[in-house]
């Protein structure tokens, strides 16, 4: 009512002043009030317009938002059914919908972690084979734990949401070229694990099991590895860069052209290892031992930090064969 006095207040008024009124005639008068009382209907219709727009926006991201909610209910519903195909489709159906809706991101990520940890609880209760055996044979990871873990590596996550993996089963998990940053893997089995290519800067890996895991070209730097068991694997051209392997166990491992360069392999055991034109500039080697290891010549040493708990292979005895002192020490 009160927009309606207002507008019948505007439609007997004209944008005109008192003088320039008083002077027109009365048919320019009749124009000017019809002109004005034109610009005032355009304006009430286009306000009108706007306003509908704006609820139509607001009706429609409700509308939307409930839309992604009952999707995301409905995955969660399936997540937990007996049925395989199931499970791996309501793991697709949470991937769209953190694609589709921010708000619901961290809550999937939430769900397919704590997914891929209860089936991981699961397979620790299995009957264990002996060691020589299992580290021989391939025990396939579920298909909807891989579709799980294929789904979390795909989605971006904001800063500051980093993974906990902590302690998770993953052994023979495919998790090849996967964007793993700041992921915490600390006691983790990935023994028999496919990580070539994944990017894990900044990951923290503090006792994980990695014994012939696939670790070709994948970026750890920065990595912690302290204590970890990384026996037999493959780490050919693997860049760690500042990565802390202290007193990780790494014998028989192939580092081939690996990046070591200011690495932290104090205690490492490297016995046996291939090292062959690995860049070890920088790196700490105090009390590492290499007995055994290929590929390591003097050169490869000049700029290491090795002190007199440093075993070297055979060929390279420290001060008989000329093997630089610690950069410390000169």
């Not at 070209?217 to 990384?230: F, H, K, Q």
Request: charged share 25%.
């Amino acid at each position: 009512m009160v927009i309606g006095l207002y507008l019948r207040h505007l439609f007997r008024q004209t944008p005109l002043d008192q003088a320039t009124w008083d002077c027109m005639t009365a048919s320019e008068k009749a124009t000017a009030t019809g002109q004005w009382r034109t610009v005032i209907v355009q304006g009430a219709a286009a306000a009108g317009a706007t306003i509908a727009l704006l609820v139509a926006a607001l009706t429609y991201r409700l509308s939307r938002r409930g839309q992604f909610t009952e999707r995301f209910t409905k995955a969660l519903e399936r997540l937990a059914e007996d049925d395989l195909y199931l499970r791996i489709g309501a793991i697709h159906a949470l991937e769209h919908v953190a694609s589709d809706s921010r708000a619901h991101r961290d809550n999937v990520t939430e769900v397919l972690s704590d997914f891929v940890s209860k089936r991981s609880k699961e397979r620790e209760h299995a009957v264990p084979l002996p060691v020589f055996i299992s580290n021989q044979l391939r025990s396939q990871i579920d298909s909807d734990v891989q579709a799980a873990l294929d789904a979390l590596g795909r989605h971006r996550r904001p800063a500051g949401k980093n993974l906990d993996w902590r302690n998770f089963d993953l052994r023979d998990a495919v998790l090849e070229g996967t964007r793993l940053e700041r992921v915490n893997l600390s006691g983790a089995l990935l023994n028999r694990s496919y990580l070539s290519r994944a990017k894990l800067r900044y990951a923290v890996l503090v006792q994980a099991q990695l014994r012939y895991a696939r670790l070709r070209a994948t970026c750890l730097s920065w990595a912690d590895l302290t204590e970890a068991r990384i026996q037999h694997a493959s780490l050919v051209e693997a860049r760690l860069q500042h990565a802390v392997l202290h007193e990780a166990r790494l014998q028989h491992a192939d580092l081939s052209d690996a990046q070591l360069c200011h690495a932290d392999l104090t205690g490492a055991q490297l016995q046996n290892s291939d090292l062959t034109r690995a860049n070890l500039k920088h790196a700490d080697l105090s009390g590492a031992n290499l007995h055994g290891a290929r590929g390591v010549t003097a050169s490869q040493l000049k700029h290491t930090v090795i002190d007199e708990y440093t075993t070297l292979p055979d060929h390279l005895v420290r001060h008989a064969r000329g093997v630089p002192k610690s950069p410390e020490s000169s």
